[in-house]
């Protein structure tokens, strides 16, 4: 990603260079070089930057000098433009916080150091092992757990999985680096560190420790006792709305704030974390700093992803398949609007009491969040790793809503606009991209089967025993056929009629 500006005024990123940016720029008040980096963060994406790293950099300048700076990893090749952009900006880069009220932009100094796993497997490890890394914090995608969704079972036989236990000290997978250095603490009678998942998995903490621990028990059933003994994993619910980072946006930071950064991120307002206040090895006072610790993430999580990240998917099947390209675009039709509203309703009674949460306000602050135009937030994000989100972000709802004896219509609508969806073209025939780690088989069965929902259904790794339930069964064969026959806005307009 190269930003091509060769504007005079504008200023390269770099450590030195911030005492010249723009007064409009807030950049960091304390010295980054009295930090020392306690946290080391694997998956150092969009989401990440917006978020936990913006949490730390506004601690520490409550906190200066802080031992909670952060080391981040990258495991994938994907992960060299990052590893480019951060290590030729001294790891700095711009946030902006976009609104309809207008752009703020601030120089995040909380990342100080960032590996490229594939350069330096090594030296991974021994940051990881390094007794100064106390706390372990993941985005990681919800694929990247290796957790078989229809069973609740670790995927042993992964590739992934499967070279990391014939390589243990040159791994390519997060289990790998992880148990690696958890066994040599334990060999050297180090205190463990904490892992953290901040992916949108509901009881994210609970899946990384059992994922964790079944990997750990094919390596060495005595690590796996001591893992289970020592380590926690505390479950949290994260929330910010973060746009792939795109050319057009290295262009506005440097025409609007005459920064030249190579790998800006920008996000909307919005921020929320919630984290299960369990750490065997210290943690900063996150309080300080609005993260909200509980002994009780569920009903907070059940919350966001029920609601958040299930419209999220039924904007993105709907709104591609009407022709759209922007989450905000797609909330500017009425009747899109409408149907995500209803979506959040049905789903509404499968939700725990949350604590301190007006749900009807929050499901109001949703809509005017999707509907942020300045965000730009594209359809594509939405619907990409479909086969990972679905389980987690609307099947649990089916589910619960069926031993409710609720209504299931318009989550059953977004798994059949998904399968009409995965035929790869839109109501006008235009191209789909399809971006899935299981692409080649829900596209084939897709087109395959048409109007027929049955076939995809049957995938248990996904839709587990769902495929026996009648009423659910039904209502997706009902709605994949219409959306066949009519297409997205019409099916939704002679769906509103009956409904």
């Known amino acids: 990603m190269n930003s091509n500006i060769s504007t005079g005024s504008v200023i390269k990123l770099n450590e030195a260079s911030l005492s010249r940016l723009a007064s409009n720029v807030r950049v960091p008040q304390y010295d980054r070089h009295q930090i020392t980096n306690g946290i080391v963060h694997i998956g150092v994406g969009g989401f990440h930057r917006a978020h936990q790293a913006l949490y730390l950099d506004n601690y520490f300048h409550q906190h200066p000098g802080s031992d909670w700076g952060i080391t981040g990893v990258g495991l994938l090749e994907f992960d060299q433009r990052m590893r480019d952009a951060l290590n030729s900006q001294d790891c700095l880069y711009t946030l902006v916080e976009r609104s309809p009220e207008g752009d703020r932009a601030r120089v995040i100094g909380a990342i100080t150091k960032y590996l490229f796993a594939p350069d330096n497997r090594q030296a991974v490890i021994d940051t990881l092992a390094d007794p100064q890394c106390r706390i372990v914090t993941l985005t990681i995608t919800e694929g990247g757990y290796y957790y078989i969704e229809g069973s609740g079972e670790f995927d042993a036989n992964h590739p992934t999985i499967q070279y990391d236990l014939q390589n243990p000290d040159q791994p390519i997978g997060v289990y790998g680096f992880l148990t690696a250095a958890l066994d040599r603490r334990r060999q050297q009678g180090l205190a463990p560190f904490t892992v953290l998942s901040c992916d949108n998995l509901q009881g994210n903490g609970n899946i990384a420790h059992e994922m964790l621990t079944a990997y750990a028990e094919m390596r060495d059933p005595e690590l796996r006792r001591w893992i289970a003994?020592?380590?926690?994993?505390?479950?949290?619910?994260?929330?910010?709305?973060?746009?792939?980072?795109?050319?057009?946006?290295?262009?506005?930071?440097?025409?609007?704030?005459?920064?030249?950064?190579?790998?800006?991120?920008?996000?909307?307002?919005?921020?929320?974390?919630?984290?299960?206040d369990e750490f065997c090895a210290g943690r900063p006072d996150w309080e300080d700093v609005g993260v909200q610790m509980t002994s009780d993430v569920h009903p907070y999580e059940m919350m966001k992803i029920r609601l958040l990240n299930a419209s999220h998917l039924l904007i993105g099947y709907l709104g591609t398949l009407a022709g759209y390209t922007y989450v905000h675009e797609v909330m500017g039709d009425p009747m899109i609007r409408q149907t995500v509203e209803n979506l959040m309703?049905?789903?509404?009674?499968?939700?725990?009491?949350?604590?301190?949460?007006?749900?009807?306000?929050?499901?109001?602050?949703?809509?005017?969040?999707?509907?942020?135009?300045?965000?730009?937030?594209?359809l594509p994000r939405l619907c990409l790793n479909s086969s990972a989100k679905m389980p987690k972000f609307v099947l649990g709802s089916v589910r619960d809503a069926l031993r409710q004896k609720g209504a299931i219509e318009y989550m059953s609508l977004t798994v059949a606009a998904w399968f009409r969806y995965l035929n790869a073209n839109d109501d006008k025939g235009n191209p789909i991209p399809i971006d899935d780690p299981i692409a080649g088989t829900l596209t084939q069965l897709a087109r395959t089967s048409g109007s027929d929902a049955k076939p995809l259904l049957n995938l248990t790794e996904i839709f587990g025993d769902l495929s026996q339930s009648a009423p659910f069964v039904d209502a997706v064969t009902n709605h994949l056929r219409r959306l066949y026959e009519f297409g997205a806005k019409e099916t939704l307009a002679r769906f509103s009629l009956v409904h």
């Not at 926690?232 to 950064?261: G, L, S, W, Y």
């Open 345 to 378: 309703a049905e789903v509404t009674p499968t939700l725990q009491p949350v604590p301190g949460i007006d749900l009807d306000n929050y499901k109001q602050t949703l809509i005017e969040r999707f509907a942020n135009p300045k965000i730009r937030d594209q």
């Open 229 to 276: 003994d020592h380590v926690t994993f505390p479950n949290c619910m994260v929330d910010r709305i973060t746009p792939a980072t795109t050319p057009d946006d290295i262009k506005m930071v440097a025409e609007q704030f005459n920064i030249d950064d190579a790998f800006p991120v920008v996000a909307e307002p919005f921020l929320q974390w919630v984290v299960e």
